[in-house]
């Protein structure tokens, strides 16, 4: 339960030695995502022990190469290791295209079923679901279209109170369903006994909110309001803020303000340009803002735990 | 002069923590090649200082995935690093869509010229012509249309005999290019003195044959006699001989038997499947047939010096 995001790679532009282009893995809630794809993604899959045979459903936020030129090496990995299982691609629309293209003049049809949900919409849409997590798209301001992406934990059931159970011996263990419903308890003598004083309140759904790339975009606050984590793009300092503008992203104040503004838990930052031997000052910046930031490394975890 | 050959990537289908696809750069006659280019190969390329700037043609085998999944990266971070030069890149019929699709997706038209020239012939051809090297193709038997390459250095100009030549004071240093060249020179007597007696022979041109991926193609030995360098793709042991053959691959032992019967000077050999846990076995088998065997390892150089 709860969230661990590993981060495969947070540099922006080219792959470079020890600079890897965007990619994550996330745990949440007992579901697994990948989140962009940059070239070397599956080396650094194997790297961080990521398993391959967890990953059904992958998010693409744009068609920049730093974002998904390792997408389609993946596909054909997952093919090679015989994969059987549907595999969903979230992303912008052509990026249906651009992966068909390659599987057909490498005359790699992969035997499992691909299943692309293109995008194309610049209003936030609810655009995954199951019985344990939520995905919403996190419209941005970039050179392309581009989507964020806001993970959410579904609400969960009520926890139990064991001691106060066992009080009554008419509540059976077939009975905990409807009281992690929330469900009060009615005994043979008639006497209704209320659900809180049987069960906890359940731990709060946790969120994941990412953002990249993107110029300074207030209009995402009130999306990311109260997330328990933000990763968000801080390309360039104050120092380059034109440039930040001009290329449609955003200075490490700038992500730290949107963190303040939206009142979340803990900022990431990453997708640092490599202007800037110095990721640190990155981190010095936010701060004057913002106190709770840790920056992207790659092969570094954030944990809800 | 001569030739310097680095592999970027020797190994077969997936990459791997230590175990990246193929991708080669060849220095032959200081002229400057990449062939194939698998996913990570400029990462290789930066741990390797290959100059990104030396590049201006790329050779691609065939469109498998572990031979073509790094260009579209490799070209688009040409274009970040504001190159201006020409590219031109070779491979099969396919290849331009599959770059400019992604290209078009992903909204970064290079501001550089790409110049694709798509091949489909299944006879070799004269591909590459300049003063200093000529690259032939070497169709070869895989399950998608694949040609091998082979690269010979030129006829070299003939070298002057210093000693021989300070003997005529009417030669001088402006006659040296027409020594090189072979002819004669005639004294202000009359007398001709033979281009032998004022130069030495030149260096005979060096040759490097690419031979990947292929089942075993006897039909090549004709064309690569002799060649000073081959690397023949070794996919398999005999004892998958069949697979091999199946799946239009190579083992150990066929490499060597072209290699031997081409008459080779040198033998490496690469494209290892995952399944063997000891590449050295590949040697071992290869010399039961041909000798100067050595086997491609990432960051490996072979030389002519």
Chains 1, 2 share one sequence.
Do not use: W
């Amino acid at each position: 339960m709860g969230y661990k995001l590993t981060i495969l790679g947070c540099h922006s532009a080219t792959p470079r030695v020890n600079a890897h282009p965007t990619a994550q893995y996330l745990e949440i809630n007992s579901r697994h995502f990948l989140i962009d794809c940059g070239e070397g993604t599956q080396r650094q899959m194997r790297l961080n022990k990521v398993g391959f045979s967890k990953i059904n459903t992958i998010f693409i936020s744009h068609l920049h190469g730093d974002h998904f030129f390792g997408l389609i090496g993946l596909i054909s990995t997952f093919g090679i290791l015989n994969r059987e299982k549907e595999l969903h691609i979230y992303g912008p629309k052509g990026i249906k295209e651009v992966i068909n293209i390659q599987l057909k003049h490498s005359k790699s049809y992969v035997k499992y079923k691909i299943i692309f949900h293109e995008l194309n919409s610049t209003e936030s849409e609810l655009i995954f679901e199951d019985e344990k997590v939520k995905v919403y798209t996190i419209p941005l301001n970039h050179r392309v279209y581009t989507n964020g992406f806001l993970f959410k934990e579904k609400e969960k059931s009520r926890k139990i109170n064991i001691s106060a159970v066992k009080k009554f011996k008419e509540i059976d263990i077939c009975d905990y369903n409807n009281l992690k419903a929330g469900k009060d308890f009615k005994l043979d003598s008639g006497d209704v006994i209320e659900n809180s004083e049987l069960t906890y309140n359940p731990e709060k759904p946790l969120s994941y909110a990412y953002c990249s790339d993107t110029s300074y975009k207030p209009t995402i606050i009130e999306m990311i309001e109260g997330a328990d984590l933000l990763y968000h793009e801080s390309t360039f300092l104050t120092d380059k803020e034109d440039l930040a503008s001009k290329t449609g992203h955003s200075t490490a104040k700038q992500a730290a303000t949107i963190a303040k503004k939206a009142n979340v838990k803990k900022l990431v930052l990453g997708h640092y340009s490599s202007r800037y031997k110095e990721v640190s000052l990155f981190k010095k910046e936010a701060q004057e803002v913002f106190k709770n930031v840790s920056l992207a490394e790659t092969g570094r975890v954030f944990s809800s735990k």
